[in-house]
């Protein structure tokens, strides 16, 4: 499968997403100079702290971009419809093209998302079938690197022994207080704000009712486990694969029963 880039052309989306990469970057950028790397130097912390910090800042901005250029859910070509399968397909008046149920029209993109969970203008993408997994990733790790920063600002000032071999003649260490300030606010706004889209999204996974997996049209399909339901999003049985955002999803074999509602 070769690397297709999806590329929504909305400003409003440019500004938003542009926002995402410029706290992330922020943090990138400074925490490490200003916190991490002195407090290593005077053996206040080890390397692993500043190799967990760079790790966990490139999982988020991997499946940011990831999640943010990829087609969110392109519709199959129109197979040779099956009598008994009829009823799964319809037709979007907008584009006028054939889809599977549980597509959505998106007016933002101007096309049909298979599995349409919802536009997001921070990734400036839809979110669907493709892209859903990404972007769990995006808010998990999102959460993670602004916890992690928001503990080392507050380790810095309340915790660590007070630095004495820096450079005060440095930009970061003149401006410290100041950019830490800016940083833990970010922190806050972030954390709390893709907390609770995360913790929608999981209720969503967990109770199988966002349009994703609406199961409406058929009242006797059993519950699905949530490790099942987990492992269709993410393309994969194997849970440690769900957090790594360096691999292609394969769409999950259904088995028979699933797919027909037997
Ligand atoms: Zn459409
Ligand atoms: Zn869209």
């Known amino acids: 499968m070769g690397l297709q880039i999806h590329f929504v052309i909305d400003p409003q989306g440019w500004c938003c997403m542009g926002m995402i990469i410029f706290v992330w970057l922020y943090n990138t950028l400074f925490i490490p100079q200003i916190i991490l790397f002195p407090?290593?130097?005077?053996?206040?912390?080890?390397?692993?702290?500043?190799l967990c910090y760079y790790l966990v800042s490139l999982?988020?901005?991997?499946?940011?971009?990831?999640?943010?250029?990829?087609?969110?859910?392109?519709?199959?070509?129109?197979?040779?419809?099956?009598l008994t399968e009829r009823e799964c397909w319809e037709l979007c008046n907008k584009c006028n093209m054939m889809r599977p149920k549980r597509s959505h029209h998106c007016s933002r993109c101007g096309h049909c998302v298979r599995r349409m969970d919802h536009h997001c203008p921070w990734i400036n993408n839809c979110v669907g079938?493709?892209?859903?997994?990404?972007?769990?990733?995006?808010?998990?790790?999102?959460?993670?690197?602004?916890?992690?920063?928001?503990?080392?600002?507050?380790?810095?000032?309340?915790?660590?022994?007070?630095?004495?071999?820096?450079?005060?003649?440095?930009?970061?260490?003149?401006?410290?207080?100041?950019?830490?300030?800016?940083?833990?606010f970010m922190g806050i706004i972030m954390l709390g704000g893709i907390s609770g889209l995360f913790y929608t999204q999981l209720m969503g996974i967990f109770t199988v009712s966002i349009s994703l997996f609406d199961f409406s049209d058929s009242l006797s399909v059993p519950?699905?486990?949530?490790?099942?339901?987990?492992?269709?999003?993410?393309?994969?049985?194997?849970?440690?694969?769900?957090f790594i955002p360096f691999r292609q999803r394969q769409p999950l074999r259904i088995p028979y029963h699933f797919a027909n509602h037997v």
């Not at 407090?39 to 390397?47: D, K, L």
């Not at 991997?62 to 999640?67: D, F, G, I, M, P």
């Not at 493709?130 to 309340?158: P, V």
């Not at 519950?223 to 694969?241: A, N």
């Open 129 to 184: 079938e493709d892209n859903h997994w990404l972007f769990l990733q995006l808010c998990f790790y999102t959460q993670l690197l602004s916890s992690y920063t928001l503990i080392l600002d507050f380790c810095h000032y309340y915790y660590f022994l007070p630095l004495k071999k820096v450079n005060w003649d440095l930009f970061v260490f003149r401006h410290e207080l100041a950019l830490l300030r800016i940083s833990t």
């Open 39 to 50: 407090h290593y130097e005077e053996g206040h912390t080890s390397a692993a702290a500043i």
């Open 223 to 242: 519950r699905k486990p949530w490790q099942q339901t987990f492992s269709e999003v993410f393309g994969t049985r194997w849970k440690i694969l769900w």
């Open 59 to 82: 999982f988020c901005i991997v499946s940011l971009l990831r999640a943010s250029i990829a087609d969110p859910g392109k519709l199959p070509e129109r197979p040779k419809i099956p």
